[in-house]
Every structure is written in structure tokens, then in C-alpha cells.
């Protein structure tokens, strides 16, 4: 059981990447799916959840209008399209799941959830 997150890189100020979240061993889809990032010497940050609630998709006021998460149940994958992007967007960046939904705050923290992937680094520069 893993979730493994892929699609870093470098990119320029301005641009976009398209970060997947891949779970084998479990299906996604009644999981609530969260999106984090941590840059070095910074505490970890929630940039995005999906509630397996509701549906409903959660953002931080940092990132809300830039990033968009999204889930595909055929591939067992979740998405973060991350557009108009920024230098202090640099970070690694990890998906985590959750069988639960104990609100925004809850999943924006990411404590205690069920399963976490390894990360995948984000570098904005130009």
C-alpha cells in the first residue's frame, strides 16, 4: 500500500506543472485526498484537499486561483494542476489520503493521516 506523488521540476516564474498522486495497493476514490508541500526550514503547508465527504475541494488562501486538484477513480490518481507559479511555490510536495473528513482545518494540517506518499520537488526560478 503506497501513494507515490511525480511530475516536479523546474519551471519558470509564470508557469504551470501538473503534479499525480498514484495509489497502489488501495483504491483512491473513497479516500479524501490531501496535497502538502515543505520548503527547507519551513513547517509543512496544506495547499489543497477533496473531501471524500462531500466532493468539495479546499484550498489556502496562498494558492487559491492557482492550484486545482481533481481525481481520475479509471487511473487511481489524483491531480495537482499548480498554474501561474511562483518562487515561493518551491517546495517538496506530497500527497496524503485519509478514509475520514473532519473538515478543511483538519485536512489542511495533514496530522494523522492514513497513508502519505514520497515526495516530488517543486523549483520555481528563472
Known amino acids: 500500500v503506497q501513494l507515490q506523488a511525480s511530475g516536479g521540476g523546474l519551471v519558470q516564474p509564470g508557469g504551470s506543472l501538473r503534479l499525480s498522486c498514484v495509489a497502489s495497493?488501495?483504491?483512491?476514490?473513497?479516500?479524501?485526498i490531501g496535497w502538502f508541500r515543505q520548503a527547507p526550514g519551513e513547517e509543512r503547508e496544506g495547499v489543497s484537499c477533496?473531501?471524500?465527504?462531500?466532493?468539495?475541494?479546499y484550498y489556502p488562501d496562498s494558492v487559491k486561483g492557482r492550484f486545482t486538484i481533481s481525481r481520475d477513480n479509471a487511473k487511481n490518481t489524483v491531480y495537482l494542476q499548480m498554474n501561474i507559479l511562483k518562487p515561493e511555490d518551491t517546495a517538496v510536495y506530497y500527497c496524503?489520503?485519509?478514509?475520514?473528513?473532519?473538515?478543511?482545518?483538519?485536512?489542511?494540517?495533514?496530522?494523522?493521516?492514513?497513508?502519505w506518499g514520497k515526495g516530488t520537488q517543486v523549483t520555481v526560478s528563472s
Open positions: 495497493g488501495f483504491t483512491l476514490d473513497p479516500y479524501t
Open positions: 477533496l473531501s471524500v465527504s462531500d466532493g468539495h475541494t
Open positions: 496524503a489520503a485519509d478514509r475520514n473528513w473532519f473538515g478543511e482545518s483538519w485536512c489542511l494540517k495533514g496530522d494523522n493521516m492514513d497513508f
